[in-house]
């Protein structure tokens, strides 16, 4: 009896799939509201291969999509929704970029790690607000590296460097 007891308990644990795990903070309209509140539109853009690698050559750091979700305000500011890899799983982030290129703001929509939340900390990605393109964004030097999150830290500051670089490079003329 006690065989099949721990064999029925067993199973589900077993079959059960292991590392789902996501946390989701903000939904894309909160991250928005948070953002650049006020009367946004919708301007995705789709980067040209020339684009692309104007952007990787200026951040070094690759583009995986050519594809960009961004959001425009009447003031030309800009909301971008986009993901970084943490450690094994992608964080989903918001970032805002103002109308001469400084960093607004970033949030953390959907963290998909076991560990490493902290990057989440608002003092921790207050160190971007006002960095831009210029801004070399180097972690242990310009942004602070948070211990047990070290790659989501780095990714993330280097996704954010990406985003600098696609605003100086492709969306500031539009």
Same mark, same amino acid.
């Given at each position: 009896?006690? /065989? /099949?007891? +721990?064999?029925?308990?067993?199973?589900?644990?077993? @079959? !059960?799939?292991?590392?789902?795990?996501? *946390?989701?903070?903000?939904?894309?309209?909160?991250? /928005?509201?948070? +953002?650049?509140?006020? #009367?946004?539109?919708?301007?995705?853009?789709?980067? !040209?291969?020339?684009?692309?690698?104007?952007?990787?050559?200026?951040?070094?750091?690759?583009?995986? #999509?050519? *594809?960009?979700?961004? &959001?425009?305000?009447?003031?030309?500011? &800009?909301?971008?929704?986009?993901?970084? @890899?943490?450690?094994?799983?992608? $964080?989903? $982030?918001?970032?805002?970029?103002?109308?001469?290129?400084?960093?607004?703001?970033? *949030?953390?929509?959907?963290?998909?790690?076991?560990?490493?939340?902290?990057?989440?900390?608002?003092? &921790?990605?207050?160190?971007?607000?006002?960095? !831009?393109?210029?801004? /070399?964004?180097?972690?242990?030097?310009? $942004?602070?590296?948070?211990?047990?999150?070290? +790659?989501?830290?780095?990714?993330?500051?280097?996704?954010?460097?990406?985003? @600098?670089?696609? &605003?100086?490079?492709?969306?500031?003329?539009?």
């Amino acid at each position: 009896m006690r /065989r /099949r007891s +721990l064999i029925k308990g067993l199973v589900p644990a077993l @079959l !059960t799939p292991v590392g789902l795990y996501a *946390e989701v903070y903000l939904s894309r309209e909160q991250a /928005r509201a948070i +953002l650049l509140p006020g #009367s946004v539109k919708h301007s995705p853009v789709t980067l !040209t291969k020339e684009q692309k690698k104007a952007i990787e050559s200026a951040s070094d750091v690759r583009v995986r #999509s050519l *594809e960009i979700d961004a &959001w425009k305000s009447s003031d030309g500011s &800009w909301l971008i929704f986009d993901n970084v @890899l943490g450690k094994h799983e992608f $964080i989903d $982030i918001a970032f805002a970029i103002n109308s001469r290129g400084q960093a607004k703001g970033v *949030e953390i929509l959907t963290y998909r790690e076991t560990y490493g939340g902290e990057v989440r900390n608002p003092k &921790w990605r207050a160190q971007f607000h006002g960095k !831009t393109s210029a801004d /070399r964004l180097k972690l242990d030097k310009d $942004i602070q590296n948070i211990s047990g999150a070290t +790659l989501s830290s780095s990714h993330i500051t280097a996704g954010v460097k990406r985003l @600098l670089h696609t &605003w100086d490079l492709v969306l500031k003329n539009l």
